[in-house]
């Protein structure tokens, strides 16, 4: 799969059946729909492609307007989008930077540069409650319109159920903020898991009798916090067991960066082995919320007890 920064890059295909969203998680509906693009694709012989967007739009206007926190939680980074968006077979990956200019397009001029003076559509599928264009003016009927004037098929996908419920990335995020990791992989398909390099931290874990490894999650909102039993792949050639925090570490530093800190279970590297390495850590069950424990002596006694109740969810697992 190919990633490009922006549409004015020579190695773009010179045409494309193309799909537009954010695909934050990538869960089971993106699924549906790039299942369906990759075959239409396969079938017109053209490339496949996903346009996407970074920062969300919806963190864009969240900013605009002065009220930062009124943006999403994120699902996602970039790095397991792109990541399961391979996986799914796509053939090229156009990642727009969402700005004022961008957001200021009408929707004839998005259709006209973006669409197809940029990307060379020739067939473009998109969801059921998809808009564009300044002000989301346009719409399904503006964009089929187009496509029966200016030459390119249009398709829409309806809305993907499991068990009744809609599949969304809203959805996702309410499983995720509640917790409850069984609803979240059921909606993703998968298991939920960030990726991302090992970066030196304060090397508290040593001084507390307990190794991590620590992966920057690069947005400020996650759409999970709290404390996990993990499974760990990219250090062995098996996952490990583990248990980790994800958040903002408030004993140590509330400093609002957030980290996810991994604490395999069964260390298998010797001290400092682990730093450079890309690590994918699924989440698997919640045991509960950070919490700021009122000394280091208490927060040894907390990781102690987080350590046990994973051991013995592994073991419930296994049994």
């Known amino acids: 799969m190919r990633v490009f920064r922006g549409f004015h890059h020579p190695?773009?295909?010179s045409a494309c059946a193309l799909t537009i969203g954010n695909f934050d998680g990538v869960h089971r509906g993106h699924q549906a729909m790039l299942a369906l693009l990759t075959n239409e694709a396969r079938h017109r012989h053209l490339a496949s492609c996903v346009m996407t967007f970074e920062p969300h739009p919806r963190d864009y206007f969240a900013r605009l307007m002065g009220q930062p926190g009124a943006a999403p939680a994120r699902i996602a980074t970039l790095r397991d989008k792109l990541s399961?968006?391979?996986?799914?077979?796509v053939d090229q990956v156009v990642v727009l930077r969402f700005d004022a200019r961008f957001a200021g397009q009408n929707p004839q001029a998005f259709i006209d540069d973006v669409l197809l003076d940029g990307l060379r559509a020739r067939y473009v599928l998109v969801g059921d409650d998809f808009r564009f264009g300044a002000k989301r003016a346009g719409d399904y009927a503006m964009l089929d319109a187009a496509g029966t004037r200016q030459g390119f098929d249009v398709a829409r996908m309806m809305s993907y159920e499991v068990h009744g419920l809609r599949v969304s990335s809203s959805a996702v995020r309410d499983a995720l903020a509640a917790g409850d990791m069984e609803r979240t992989a059921a909606l993703l398909g998968r298991p939920?898991?960030?990726?991302?390099h090992v970066v030196h931290g304060r090397k508290l874990g040593r001084e507390l009798g307990f190794r991590t490894l620590n992966v920057r999650f690069?947005?400020?909102?996650?759409?999970?916090?709290?404390?996990?039993?993990?499974?760990?792949?990219?250090?062995?050639g098996a996952p490990l067991p583990g248990v980790?925090?994800?958040g903002v570490r408030p004993t140590v530093e509330d400093a609002g960066r957030v980290l996810l800190e991994v604490h395999c279970l069964d260390w298998p590297l010797p001290m400092d082995a682990g730093y450079g390495r890309?690590?994918?850590?699924?989440?698997?069950?919640?045991?509960?919320?950070?919490?700021?424990?009122?000394s280091l002596d208490a927060l040894r006694e907390g990781i102690a007890r987080d350590e046990a109740d994973a051991r013995a969810w592994f073991a419930a697992a296994a049994g």
């Not at 939920?192 to 991302?196: D, K, V």
């Not at 690069?218 to 062995?236: E, Q, S, Y």
């Not at 890309?278 to 009122?294: C, G, I, W």
Request: glycine content about 10%; proline content about 6%; charged content about 20%.
């Open 11 to 13: 190695g773009l295909a």
């Open 84 to 89: 399961e968006l391979e996986r799914c077979g």
């Open 192 to 196: 939920y898991s960030i990726s991302g």
């Open 218 to 236: 690069p947005h400020p909102k996650p759409a999970a916090m709290g404390i996990f039993v993990v499974r760990v792949h990219g250090l062995a």
């Open 244 to 246: 980790a925090s994800l």
């Open 278 to 294: 890309v690590l994918q850590v699924e989440l698997l069950h919640k045991l509960h919320d950070e919490r700021k424990y009122a």
